[in-house]
């Protein structure tokens, strides 16, 4: 069995983004060389996520409309807060959109389902962050 380990470092242009991944994770499947297994991608933050969903802007301004209902960006309504942080709702969003996503991997590509595509999904950025790419298979 392979094992192949790749990190992608982002940093993105506003506090909360979506980002499309997919092709980055596809590359490092290429340099892999696996043809069946799993691909496990992980964003290595606390305040950052990584799913598959569609590909469409609307439904990315939904995720994070949603995400700002549900956990709204407010300094005095957290505890976590209270230690000198400002980004409790980072971590509430990123629990809801979840840690990370595993794929699997038929005939050397990515076995997605119809639309699905994978995502980053960043809740306290504009600083390096890195996000883990793990494949294992034959």
Request: hydrophobic letters at 35%; charged letters at 25%.
């Amino acid at each position: 069995m392979k094992s192949y380990t790749e990190y992608i470092t982002i940093n993105t242009e506003k506090r909360y983004q979506i980002v499309n991944i997919t092709r980055q994770v596809e590359t490092a499947l290429e340099k892999s060389g696996v043809k069946e297994g799993l691909c496990l991608i992980n964003a290595m933050h606390i305040t950052a996520s990584v799913f598959v969903n569609d590909n469409e802007s609307g439904l990315h301004a939904d995720f994070l409309k949603w995400t700002e209902e549900l956990a709204p960006y407010n300094i005095a309504k957290y505890k976590h807060n209270l230690t000198g942080e400002d980004n409790a709702d980072a971590h509430l969003k990123r629990t809801i959109m979840g840690r990370e996503v595993v794929v699997a991997i038929t005939n050397g590509e990515l076995d997605f389902g119809p639309w699905e595509t994978i995502f980053y999904g960043e809740f306290d950025g504009q600083r390096n962050k890195r996000i883990l790419i793990k494949i294992i298979g034959e």
